[in-house]
């Protein structure tokens, strides 16, 4: 299977920024849709962002709009998320997959973001 691999989560103050990114170990990557998704403790995962195959279409859940952009660079594999203006309720594991998820991509091992003061 495709590996992805998320990176750039942390501890960070409300009112901050991280930006997160996900790369995927194989050039198929190029050809999907791909999804940020975050699953917070005791929570279902949830689709937060995505972004068509070349980048003309994004959406956003409603409790990220306006804070949050994804991006991703098919030259490199690589898919992002710009958070800003973060909100002790983003906390949660964040994952990169495509859109929608499915046996082509394992779920990686998501990356931490921890919003508190």
Known sequence: Q???VESGGGL???GGSLRLSCAASRSIFRIY????Y????GKQRELIAR??????STNYADSVKGR?????????NTVYLQM?????EDTAIYYCNKYPPDSTYAWG?????TVSS
């Open 33 to 36: 849709t791909m999804g940020w």
């Open 38 to 41: 975050r699953q917070a403790p």
């Open 51 to 56: 972004i068509s195959v070349h980048s003309s």
């Open 68 to 76: 949050f952009t994804i991006s991703r660079d098919n030259a490199k």
């Open 2 to 4: 495709v590996q992805l």
């Open 109 to 113: 091992q998501g990356t931490q973001v």
């Open 84 to 88: 800003n203006s973060l909100k002790p």
């Open 12 to 14: 960070v103050q409300p």
